[in-house]
T-cell receptor, first 118, second 115 residues
Framework: DTGVSQDPRHKITKRGQNVTFRCDPI?????LYWYRQTLGQGPEFLTY????????KSRLLSDRFSAERPKGSFSTLEIQRTEQGDSAMYLC????????????????FGEGSRLTVL | AQKVTQAQTEISVVEKEDVTLDCVYE???????LFWYKQPPSGELVFLIR??????QNEISGRYSWNFQKSTSSFNFTITASQVVDSAVYFC????????????FGKGTRLHILP
């Protein structure tokens, strides 16, 4: 088991460019979460999937942000027309949860993808 | 709305001292889950403990212990005989149930264990 992997680990881009991050969860995990973390803050929830269905999106996720999990395995998070305020660490986590009930399982986090927007 | 407050931004203690990290939460639900996560300098968040709202029994795991008190909406974390490897940022988190599945994190407490 290789854990949750994220790619790229670091991305530097110019304002206005689009960026995409990929997350590969632990293979048998059905839930996948995206969080954003800025310096000195805790992770902020962005969205989560159960299998391929996106079940919740935070108000933080503006229309420039889109996340997909097309086959219920890996997920992508795309940010269009990046702004300097998008600079942050984007964290992916996965868990195994039975049914559609609440997530009582522990989240396994990846090492994150750090985005710097110049 | 749910909220997690970690009033201690940063704590420094000398190795082998005991240290307690405070966590106060707010929720309207009677069923919820509380968590502690550790984020070492390497950056990857590591799960430490989960506690549901119906289980107020305190828990001990090695040098770690957790004190859950519903009456004061607190879920405090104590490290006994601290070690340098305990240096990290520690996050308290809350998940409401059912229907609201996201886990909300506090801002974290940065713990420095000095040799």
């Amino acid at each position: 088991d290789t854990g949750v992997s994220q790619d790229p680990r670091h991305k530097i881009t110019k304002r206005g460019q689009n960026v995409t991050f990929r997350c590969d969860p632990i293979s048998e995990h059905n839930r996948l979460y995206w969080y954003r973390q800025t310096l000195g803050q805790g992770p902020e929830f962005l969205t989560y999937f159960q299998n391929e269905a996106q079940l919740e999106k935070s108000r933080l996720l503006s229309d420039r942000f889109s996340a997909e999990r097309p086959k219920g395995s890996f997920s992508t998070l795309e940010i269009q027309r990046t702004e300097q305020g998008d600079s942050a660490m984007y964290l992916c986590a996965s868990s195994l949860t039975l049914g559609r009930g609440p997530n009582t399982g522990e989240l396994f986090f990846g090492e994150g993808s750090r985005l710097t927007v110049l | 709305a749910q909220k997690v407050t970690q009033a201690q931004t940063e704590i420094s203690v000398v190795e082998k001292e005991d240290v307690t990290l405070d966590c106060v939460y707010e929720t309207r639900d009677t069923t919820y889950y509380l968590f502690w996560y550790k984020q070492p300098p390497s950056g990857e968040l590591v799960f430490l403990i989960r506690r549901n709202s119906f289980d107020e029994q305190n828990e001990i795991s090695g040098r770690y212990s957790w004190n859950f008190q519903k009456s004061t909406s607190s879920f405090n974390f104590t490290i006994t005989a601290s070690q340098v490897v305990d240096s990290a940022v520690y996050f308290c988190a809350l998940s409401e149930a059912p229907g609201r599945d996201k886990i909300i994190f506090g801002k974290g407490t940065r713990l420095h264990i000095l040799p």
